[in-house]
C-alpha cells in the first residue's frame, strides 16, 4: 500500500528519557513535516523537509531535533522527554510544485505519553 | 496573523439531517484551504482542496464552498459513518495553518 507510515504507534516513556519516532513515506513526496497535536485536537506544525533540506521550524525546543536521511524518510529525536511533549505526532509528506500548494498526506501518528 | 476559525465546535444531527460547517480564515494571500476528515485514532485523510473564490468541489454526501472570508463543507443527508472531526486549513508560507475542527456526530 502506497502511504505514510510511523514507527511506534504509542511510545509511553519517564520524564528525562530521549526516544525517537521514525517516519516512511513511498508517495515519491519530496517534501515532509512533523505536526504535533495535543489534547485539544489542535493540530500544529513543527518541521518541514524538502529534498532532505530544513524548510519550517517553528519554535520547537532545541530538545526536538528532525533528521531526514532521506527524501522518503523524516524522523524526530527527542531529548530529555517533559510532561508537556505527551501528545500525538503526526508525519506528513506532499509534492510540492512551484506554484502550487499540494495537499498534504497524513501518516497513523504516534501516541507519546511522559510519566 | 493568519487564523482559522471553525464552528460549531460540535455538531449532533440525525441521519438524513443535512447541515453546514463553516470555516472562517484570514490569511494574506489564500494559497489553497483544505478540508481533512479525521476519525479517532487516526491521521487526518484528505478530502478537498480549494483555492479560489466562487470554487467549488463535491465528493459523496459533502461538497466544499469557497468565499473571499470563509469556507463551508455541507453535509447532504448524512450517514452514521459521517461521523468524525471535520478539519480546515489554510496554507500559508509553506505550511498549513489547521482549525480546531468540527465534532461530528451522526444518529440513526
Known amino acids: 500500500d502506497t502511504a505514510v507510515s510511523q514507527t511506534p504507534k504509542y511510545l509511553v516513556t519517564q520524564m528525562g528519557n530521549d526516544k525517537s519516532i521514525k517516519c516512511e513515506q513511498n508517495?515519491?513526496?519530496?517534501?515532509m513535516y512533523w505536526y504535533k497535536q495535543d489534547s485539544k485536537k489542535f493540530l500544529k506544525i513543527m518541521f518541514s523537509?524538502?529534498?532532505?533540506?530544513?524548510?519550517i521550524n517553528e519554535t520547537v525546543p532545541n530538545r526536538f531535533s528532525p533528521k531526514s536521511p532521506d527524501k522518503a524518510h523524516l524522523n524526530l529525536h527527542i531529548n530529555s522527554l517533559e510532561l508537556g511533549d505527551s501528545a500525538v505526532y503526526f508525519c506528513?509528506?506532499?509534492?510540492?510544485?512551484?506554484?502550487?500548494?499540494?495537499?498534504?498526506?497524513f501518516g497513523p501518528g504516534t501516541r507519546l505519553t511522559v510519566l | 496573523e493568519d487564523q482559522v476559525t471553525q464552528s460549531p465546535e460540535a455538531l449532533r444531527l440525525q441521519e438524513g439531517e443535512s447541515s453546514s460547517l463553516n470555516c472562517s480564515y484570514t490569511?494574506?494571500?489564500?494559497?489553497?484551504l483544505f478540508w481533512y476528515r479525521q476519525d479517532p485514532g487516526k491521521g487526518p485523510e484528505f478530502l478537498f482542496t480549494?483555492?479560489?473564490a466562487g470554487e467549488e468541489k463535491e465528493k459523496e454526501r459533502l461538497k466544499a464552498t469557497l468565499t473571499k472570508k470563509e469556507s463551508f463543507l455541507h453535509i447532504t443527508a448524512p450517514k452514521p459513518e459521517d461521523s468524525a472531526t471535520y478539519l480546515c486549513?489554510?496554507?500559508?508560507?509553506?505550511?498549513?495553518?489547521f482549525g480546531a475542527g468540527t465534532r461530528l456526530a451522526v444518529h440513526p
Open positions: 506528513a509528506s506532499s509534492q510540492w510544485v512551484r506554484g502550487s500548494y499540494n495537499e498534504q498526506f
Open positions: 523537509y524538502n529534498n532532505k533540506e530544513l524548510i
Open positions: 508517495l515519491g513526496h519530496d517534501t
Open positions: 486549513a489554510v496554507h500559508s508560507r509553506h505550511k498549513l495553518i
Open positions: 490569511v494574506s494571500g489564500l494559497r489553497g
Open positions: 480549494l483555492y479560489s
